[in-house]
Nanobody, 125 residues
Framework: QVQLVESGGGLVQAGDSLTLSCVASGRTFTNYGMGWFRQAPGKEREFAAAINWSGGSTHYAESVKGRFTISRVIAKNTVHLQMNSLKPEDTAVYYC??????????????????WGQGTQVTVSS
């Protein structure tokens, strides 16, 4: 079992930056792929970014590419999502997720095995 706890959300203005963190505990974190998803009110959960076990491969949704950066510190069992140039449409609950098996799309939520409780990000215009 893996437990994921997100932090770093908050209320910011458009154009600001924010960094989310996700700390994993439980099983060995090293072999897991990690992702960030988000869900805005009234909308389905959508993929934002993902990173493989070594940190050598990253994936981004088109809507965040060039503005968001995902990274991981294996020694600290932590994944970060650096969000720059935030827009009001980035407002959502952001979820950290972990996947055991590889194969299948990084952007598909059903490929992830463990989820955090989410952290709210609100961007005002």
């Amino acid at each position: 079992q893996v437990q994921l706890v997100e932090s770093g959300g908050g209320l910011v203005q458009a154009g600001d930056s924010l960094t989310l963190s996700c700390v994993a505990s439980g099983r060995t974190f090293t072999n897991y792929g990690m992702g960030w998803f988000r869900q805005a009110p009234g909308k389905e959960r959508e993929f934002a970014a993902a990173i493989n076990w070594s940190g050598g491969s990253t994936h981004y949704a088109e809507s965040v590419k060039g503005r968001f950066t995902i990274s991981r510190v294996i020694a600290k069992n932590t994944v970060h999502l650096q969000m720059n140039s935030l827009k009001p449409e980035d407002t959502a609950v952001y979820y950290c997720a972990a996947r055991v098996a590889y194969g299948g799309m990084w952007s598909a939520s059903n490929n992830y095995d463990y989820w955090g409780q989410g952290t709210q990000v609100t961007v005002s215009s």
